[in-house]
């Protein structure tokens, strides 16, 4: 099994629709995180959390919320999705003090 | 304000030459650089890093050079093969900044045979 899984794999939703993007890991790691990768623009921070009681926004946070029900699991909604937030969407897992992190294999978003 | 910057989006060299990543970055307090690899369908993977305190990092046909005073860093791949092409994305992270990863661009290098 992966460290880092993220589910679905792809997904296409309506704007205006409510998606849920999750993520979980087997890595044991406190630290949890969100980007986007869009082409010319790399990957952004949207959300990020150092433990189950820790949520922080990212550059990008605008709307998107998380939810860190527990320390293997991070979830990313979003609340009312618009085509602009089309795009590959990245959990990552690090250790506090760790230099790197982890990431999952990504869940592409098609809001038509 | 793009504090990590890779101005070139593409690179293309042949098998067995060098490549020669390049990655710019203007926030001072970035004390760790790091190098990450993405193949299509997957999430970036950790290739090297490199601490502030050096300037330069071997391992293997990678290699990292930091100039602090110029912020800039390269990355060395030599010699090139078929499966080093992919996205390379350089990140920087400071003890300021919690150690949250800031990323580049990305850099798509195809290596041709």
């Known amino acids: 099994d992966a460290d880092v899984t993220q589910t679905p794999r792809n997904r296409i939703t309506k704007t205006g629709k409510r998606i849920m993007l999750e993520c979980s890991q087997t890595?044991?790691?406190?630290?949890m995180y969100w980007y986007r990768q869009d082409p010319g623009l790399g990957l952004r921070l949207i959300y990020y959390s150092f433990d189950v009681k820790d949520i922080n926004k990212g550059e990008i946070s605008d709307g998107y919320s998380v939810s860190r029900q527990a320390q293997a699991k991070f979830s990313l909604s979003l609340e009312s999705a618009i085509p602009n937030q089309t795009a590959l969407y990245f959990c990552a897992t690090s250790a506090e003090g760790a230099q790197g992190y982890t990431f999952g294999s990504g869940t592409r978003l098609t809001v038509v | 304000d793009q504090q990590v910057k890779q101005n070139s989006p593409s690179l293309s060299v042949q098998e067995g030459r060098i490549s020669i990543l390049n990655c710019d970055y203007t926030?001072?307090?970035?004390?760790?650089f790091l190098w990450y690899k993405k193949y299509p369908a997957e999430g970036p993977t950790f290739l090297i890093s490199i601490s502030s305190i050096k300037d330069k990092n071997e391992d293997g046909r990678f290699t990292v050079f930091l100039n602090k005073s110029a912020k800039h860093l390269s990355l060395h791949i030599v010699p090139s093969q078929p499966g080093d092409s992919a996205v390379y994305f350089c990140a920087a992270s400071s003890i300021q900044g919690a150690q949250k990863l800031v990323f580049g661009q990305g850099t798509r290098l195809t290596i041709n045979p």
């Open positions: 890595k044991g790691h406190d630290r």
């Open positions: 926030n001072s307090m970035f004390d760790y």
